[in-house]
């Protein structure tokens, strides 16, 4: 199980600034059972959403977010209310928030806190992309982790190293950072990149931090 936090409403509005309309997404799994993503939650950020005068399009309950196949099917019933929506507001672990940004073309924006247990990751084959580090940035860098996909840990772009997309010290990796500015200008949102992450207090992630200089 991953446990998860909402993140302050607050916080919430500044990601849709801007923005008309939005679809939510709530997991049945472990966000449930955090009372961070089940039914009663998403029905009240529904509500808070709109006394905020922002337009909710619907919303989606899946079982585990994190599973890709189950998550692309289930949108894609909704293809039609995401189409209409500007962002999908997706609540629940890091893990699922990178699933249904890999799933649609649609601007993604993380509820959700994923806080450390130290314990497993969740049920999708990439969990590992979620380092559990309790300030999520997704997003920011278009629903792709630059902590867990990056070898480096960066939070403000790539480093001197990669090459041709290549990760430096996993060459038969991507690149995280290119990944990163792929995907924000697919969205238009590469203007993101121009906004300074401030550093992680690492002691809450699931890692110490990025390795030390030699």
């Known amino acids: 199980m991953l446990l998860t936090e909402l993140k302050p409403l607050e916080q919430i509005l500044q990601y849709l600034d801007g923005e008309r309309a939005v679809f939510l997404v709530g997991c049945k799994g472990c966000a449930e059972g955090c009372e961070t993503g089940g039914e009663p939650q998403v029905m009240e950020m529904r509500q808070k959403l709109q006394e905020a ?7 989606s309950l899946i079982d585990t977010v994190c599973n890709q196949s189950l998550t692309a099917l289930k949108l894609k019933a909704h293809e039609a209310e995401i189409t209409s929506s500007d962002s999908l507001l997706v609540m629940c672990c890091g893990v699922g928030v990178q699933t249904t940004s ?12 994923t806080i450390s247990l130290g314990g497993a990751h969740a049920e ?19 629903g792709i982790c630059p902590i867990a996909r990056c070898a480096k840990h960066l939070l403000n772009g790539p480093c001197g190293g990669s090459q041709k997309g290549r990760c430096e010290i996993s060459p038969e990796l991507p690149c995280a950072w290119q990944l990163i500015s792929d995907r924000l200008t697919k969205l238009g949102r590469l203007e993101n990149l121009e906004k300074i992450v401030a550093p992680k ?3 809450v992630s699931l890692i110490s931090g990025p390795p030390a200089k030699r």
């Open 53 to 59: 005068g922002k337009i909710v399009t619907g919303y």
């Open 201 to 203: 207090n690492w002691s």
């Open 124 to 142: 999708w084959k990439d969990g590992g992309h979620c380092l559990e580090c309790g300030d999520c940035i997704l997003d920011f860098t278009g």
């Open 102 to 113: 890999a799933v649609v073309d649609r601007v993604v924006h993380p509820a959700c806190n």
